[in-house]
């Protein structure tokens, strides 16, 4: 006996015009909520309370300098208190960001809501991206379920909403690496690899995306050299990405400044900065202890997690891959439990490196990843069952 919900769909049949319909619209209330609940906070600091919120004012500050300096564009500057020094580019982190603040300078003002705006729409378009996902990788009802699942775990989750408010950096780093899971899932690995690489080249901890989904380009290979290659391919694919958008500092700066500041960079992530706001570790993003908070003043705006998401993608999704790992195959249907291996990696090393002084912001890197495992995890649990009545069926057959 076949279970329907593993078929292919008929879309001529009414009742799966309804399922994806439903499914989809779910998603995109998912999406809707994220949005309007991200653009509330945006523009109140934009209208009621005109100010920078938390460190805003260094990617908003560098993104006008690179506009002046670098690209030599010329805007009407938002009148702001308080400025960075002019020689500063933020060099500590990859550009990316920076540029995507900038662009939206100039599309749409030097205004606190322009510089917000691509944080709203980002942060709104992951559940609808896990879903676009789900829903192509695996057509079936099942497939519908898992997209469903995976765009509402993203829109439970509150520090999307947090950093999807703000001109920050770690919500465009969130944006890329659900495109790459979403590609992952569809076996798209090149396409993967682009989007992993403008993961890493908003924050160097993209840097880990960048090798889950090389690992992923290089396991449908049959050997071990096709393996390597297939790896060195995706890794030099994204590497290009991450060279490319150093172009415009490079013609300004020159390579060496470039590769000095990389340097800086490096150690600047694997030092500790006790003076600074409040930190945590990714075991304190799970259980929100000493959370961000990005705002006080007449709104509080803290960068606060959903615990049972966190915690059931953390530990399922090491679960999953050191079983996958020992096992080589066991059913597993997704990918994003490769992705939270490496992510977790990471942050262990670096912590180990000798920065004890990370921020609960940080997490909404986690966010589509989490999301994700809940939606392979409603595949799984499907596929389970109906490999279970396959046997049993069979068991009844030879008896």
Request: charged residues 15%.
């Amino acid at each position: 006996m076949s279970d329907k919900s593993m078929r292919r769909l008929s879309y001529a049949d009414p009742k799966v015009v309804i399922l994806v319909l439903t499914s989809l619209s779910v998603s995109l209330l998912a999406a809707a909520y994220v949005g309007l609940e991200a653009y509330s906070n945006a523009s109140f600091f934009d209208e009621e309370l005109p100010r920078y919120v938390s460190d805003e004012i260094y990617y908003v500050d560098v993104a006008r300098r690179l506009l002046e300096n670098v690209f030599g564009a010329e805007i009407e500057f938002y009148p702001y208190s308080g400025k960075t020094d002019d020689n500063y580019y933020n060099a500590e982190h990859p550009p990316l960001g920076k540029y995507i603040i900038a662009l939206s300078m100039l599309l749409c003002g030097d205004e606190p809501l322009c510089w917000r705006l691509p944080s709203v729409i980002e942060a709104s378009l992951i559940p609808l991206v896990l879903w676009i996902g789900f829903a192509a990788a695996f057509r079936r009802p099942a497939g519908y379920l898992a997209a469903t699942a995976a765009s509402v775990a993203a829109a439970s989750d509150s520090v999307l909403v947090t950093m999807g408010s703000v001109a920050m950096l770690d919500i465009h780093q969130a944006f890329f690496t659900a495109v790459a899971i979403a590609l992952a899932l569809n076996k798209r690995f090149w396409l993967a690899s682009i989007a992993s690489g403008l993961a890493a080249s908003v924050k160097m901890s993209g840097g880990a995306v960048v090798i889950a989904t090389a690992v992923l380009a290089s396991l449908p290979a049959s050997s071990h050299k096709e393996r390597l290659l297939r790896f060195v391919a995706s890794m030099i694919l994204a590497g290009t990405v991450y060279i490319s958008l150093y172009i415009p500092l490079m013609a300004y700066f020159g390579v060496q400044w470039v590769l000095d500041e990389t340097i800086d960079a490096l150690r600047w992530h694997t030092s500790s900065r006790p003076e600074g706001p409040p930190t945590s570790t990714l075991l304190g993003w799970v259980i929100n202890s000493n959370p961000f908070y990005l705002s006080l003043s007449g709104k509080v705006l803290a960068a606060v997690t959903n615990t049972l998401l966190h915690a059931y993608g953390v530990a399922f999704g090491l679960t999953a891959f050191l079983l996958e790992a020992v096992r080589k195959s066991y059913g597993w249907p997704g990918v994003s439990h490769v992705f939270m291996f490496f992510i977790v990696l990471l942050y262990a090393m670096v912590y180990l490196a000798g920065n004890q002084t990370q921020y609960s912001f940080y997490s909404v890197q986690l966010t589509p990843i989490a999301a994700a495992l809940v939606g392979e995890t409603v595949l799984f649990m499907i596929g389970w069952r109906w490999c279970a009545r396959e046997s049993g069926d069979s068991s009844s057959s030879s008896e």
